[in-house]
């Protein structure tokens, strides 16, 4: 049986759509949370299963048995602290908030500037980043 030339590009066009949407090869995008900053920050992630991964730099990260989760190559490890998501841009845990960089960046922008600010110094809230 003879086949057209755009059925055939058909079917390779729907079978490249499935094996790219499939989670084998589509990596979910992470986002990278901050709790403080400084002296240092405090950073983490949330995992598919709920729980807080926080984010080491320590020799640990090279090992793939301790870092559950990469971001841009950063290494995040898993804990037993439950996390979740309570809107945009903002992860909660049983005692803290955690902020993406984006609403880092936008309380950088409305909130009263200082020479503090410039590098997004600060803590994050229920209600967002708060600039020190």
Not at 6 to 26: I, N
Not at 75 to 102: L, Q, R
Request: aromatic letters at 14%; a positive charge.
């Amino acid at each position: 049986m003879y086949k057209s030339n755009s059925e055939s590009k058909m079917k390779r066009l729907l079978l490249a759509l499935l094996l790219f949407s499939s989670p084998v090869w589509a990596e979910k995008e992470r986002i990278y949370y901050v709790h403080t900053r400084p002296p240092s920050s405090y950073s983490g992630t949330i995992g598919d299963d709920g729980f807080f991964y926080y984010f080491t730099n320590s020799a640990d990260r090279f090992n793939d048995d301790i870092c559950k989760i990469r971001i841009d190559g950063a290494c995040f490890v898993k804990t037993d602290v439950p996390a979740k998501i309570v809107k945009e841009g903002i992860m909660k845990t049983p005692n803290m908030y955690w902020c993406s960089e984006a609403v880092i960046q936008e309380a950088k922008k409305v909130q009263t500037p200082s020479p503090r600010n410039y590098f997004g110094y600060g803590t994050c809230t229920e209600n967002g980043w708060v600039l020190e």
